[in-house]
């Protein structure tokens, strides 16, 4: 009982860490530009090699994890319209799309008002070839290997 206790308690570290406010938010994001700066300053190779691994590493995760989200979606979809065919379910489409009408316009209110700063990404990118380079490169391969 004290093992799952501690793993109880360890779990829920993890998530306070990587979960949490703006500010907790604002800290990720400086971490994380951290990191590249202290990665921009290296040679071609060395920022090639990093971005390399970086990109591998995150097309294989997005593809096992695609895998597994699309086929538990699609299963869950299939679920609901043999449960909806058969009858064990009704239901009721006026309400669904007078609430989701609502959520659809706020949505694309709350999309217009993300204001991306494409400048500072153009200007990242076009300072550290190598590393983007390296990383849509190691990206292709981490998919190509999943």
């Known amino acids: ?3 799952l206790d501690d793993l109880l ?3 829920q ?3 306070a860490r990587y979960t949490g406010s703006g500010d907790e938010e604002e800290s990720r ?3 994380i530009l951290s990191y590249v700066t202290k990665i921009s ?3 071609p ?3 090639a090699a990093a971005g390399g691994v970086a990109g591998c590493l995150s097309g294989y995760l997005l593809m096992k994890i695609g895998k597994t989200a699309a086929f538990s979606i699609g299963t869950a979809l299939l679920g609901m319209q043999l449960a909806h065919y058969y009858g064990y379910v009704k239901v009721d489409w006026k309400r669904i799309h007078k609430d ?3 959520r659809g316009t706020e949505f694309i209110r709350r999309s217009r008002a993300v204001d991306l700063d494409q400048k500072s990404i153009i200007d990242f990118v076009v300072q550290n070839v190598p590393l983007t380079g390296g990383f849509a490169g190691g990206f292709l ?4 290997f999943s």
């Open 141 to 144: 391969i981490g998919v190509a």
């Open 100 to 102: 989701l009408g609502h």
């Open 29 to 31: 994001r400086d971490r």
């Open 9 to 11: 308690e360890d779990a």
């Open 45 to 47: 190779g060395g920022q």
């Open 41 to 43: 300053p290296k040679t």
């Open 1 to 3: 009982m004290a093992k």
């Open 13 to 15: 570290t993890l998530l």
